[in-house]
């Protein structure tokens, strides 16, 4: 497979579920793959599993001291960065709003607005002229949550959205250079996405939630009835990031199984 060859592709958040499937993917894809990540357990397995072949940058998207020195090692090893996915995130433990403390509210907003859309708000910035040098793409990561009720509570929710409102405005700022388009999944298998440190849910995880489970209720209502692995997403997300892609700019592909393609569970 070569369809990322003589492709930089930094992925951020790859440190675990959907981006680390994608670095993976556009890995085999025959991409060079940069992967930035928060957490330093996870920097310490992605090291042990790509060896030198990968450039694995600890850091926290947020931050643009440790967004620069992410470019830094990027220009300094490759010279170029070709494509930027954009998978890291966190959830709002899906606490409705009206039995969450109402002092709790102002630091959930901002801890999860700071993951959600301020890190992809930065990286843009940050990695933007490289982009533009490459006439590159930039691929961010939203979820059905910015179309529908209940993937998630209300700031989850409001964060997706405006993810989906970024990518039409950097598509057009960063036109006609660099395609900018989004993907919004919806459930995704193997995913360690964390609850938010503002209501104590940081220990809480997706995973922790029973694979049977999971993957029943989204048998039960997708219509492929197949709960993808980020693996899945890297044919789509590797397009997306790819020269390939002439046609796409200010988009965001719901690929979502056809989960929002069914108005009333009427069938068995
Ligand atoms: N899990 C799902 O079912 C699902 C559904 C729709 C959309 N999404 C979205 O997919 C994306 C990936 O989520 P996931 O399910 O793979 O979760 P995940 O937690 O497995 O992966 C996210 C990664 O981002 C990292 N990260 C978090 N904050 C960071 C920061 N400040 N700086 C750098 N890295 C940071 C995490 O440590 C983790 O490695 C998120 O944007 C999520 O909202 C997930």
Known sequence: M????????????????????LARHCLAEGAEV?????SADKVRALREEFGPDVLIVQGDVTS?????????AITERYGRLDALIGAQG?????????????????????EVMRVNVKGYLLSA?????????????????????????????????ASKGAIRSLVGQLAFEFAPLVRVNAVAPAGIANSQLSGPRSLGLDAQKQSDIPQDAFLSMFRSLSLLQELPTPEDHGPLYAFLASRHNR????QTVVADQGLLNRAVLNRG
């Open 2 to 21: 070569s369809l990322l060859k003589d492709h930089v592709v930094l992925v951020t958040g790859g440190g675990s579920g959907l981006g680390l499937g």
């Open 34 to 38: 940069v992967i930035f990540e928060i």
């Open 64 to 72: 643009l001291a440790d967004l620069r020195a992410c470019r830094e």
């Open 90 to 110: 966190i959830f709002d433990g899906n606490v409705p709003i009206l039995e969450m403390p109402e002092e709790r509210l102002d630091a959930l907003f901002e």
């Open 125 to 157: 910035r940050v990695f933007g002229e490289l982009l533009r040098a490459s006439q590159g793409a930039l691929v961010l990561t939203t979820s059905t949550a910015a179309y529908a009720a209940d993937g998630g509570g209300a700031v989850y929710s």
């Open 247 to 250: 046609i796409m700019t200010g």
